[in-house]
């Protein structure tokens, strides 16, 4: 079985741009304008963007907010995925997650480790699919940021990216709930 080769018009993904900080905001907030930025330049459009305390209920609640916003394809954050007491993104996204994306965490730490060695085991990045929404935990580093999105995002969440990629899923991510035939 082949695949064909014929060429795909570009699908431009909706994303949120959700910065997890009790100390950023928008004048400062680094990683958060270097993930916003490379989102335009990739031709796909901020839906919103948002910075809210390392508090998991705050962050659950901004969570439910765009997933239940038919306008927001795609939530990405920087923030909170550490291990210290303070980062609960981890937990705030599981709370919400109607199925986790494990091999996005995984290959996150896998091309992380090339840069910093094992102090990539320190984070805690995640993926998953909640309401037909992706949501994607970074850590809060432009580094970390920058490999995400450069590494792994970018091409996930371009329809043109072959064998697959996300975009073409999303017509099907609420195929279990009820009447969505």
């Known amino acids: 079985m082949s695949q064909t080769t014929e060429?795909?018009?570009?699908?431009?993904?909706?994303?949120?741009?959700?910065?997890?900080?009790?100390?950023?905001?928008?004048?400062?907030?680094?990683?958060?304008?270097?993930?916003?930025?490379?989102?335009?330049a990739a031709g796909h459009s901020v839906a919103a963007r948002a910075i809210v305390q390392d508090d998991a209920g705050l962050?659950?609640?901004?969570?439910?907010?765009?997933?239940?916003?038919?306008?927001i394809d795609a939530v990405i954050s920087t923030g909170g995925t550490g291990i210290t007491g303070r980062d609960v993104t981890p937990e705030a996204f599981a709370r919400v997650l109607d199925k986790t994306i494990d091999g996005f965490g995984e290959l996150f730490r896998m091309l992380s480790y090339q840069k910093i060695g094992t102090s990539t085991m320190q984070s805690r990045a995640i993926g998953g699919v909640?309401?037909?929404?992706?949501?994607?935990?970074?850590p809060g580093s432009t580094g970390a940021v920058k490999d995400g999105w450069d590494d792994i995002l970018v091409y996930q969440l371009d329809n043109r990216h072959r064998p697959c990629n996300l975009v073409e899923l999303m017509p099907r991510l609420n195929e279990h709930l009820p009447g969505s035939n």
């Open 7 to 40: 060429p795909r018009n570009f699908i431009p993904v909706h994303i949120a741009v959700l910065t997890v900080s009790d100390t950023r905001d928008l004048r400062n907030d680094r990683s958060g304008d270097i993930l916003a930025q490379r989102i335009t």
């Open 130 to 138: 909640a309401g037909g929404t992706y949501l994607f935990a970074l």
């Open 59 to 71: 962050l659950e609640s901004q969570l439910r907010t765009w997933i239940a916003d038919k306008n």
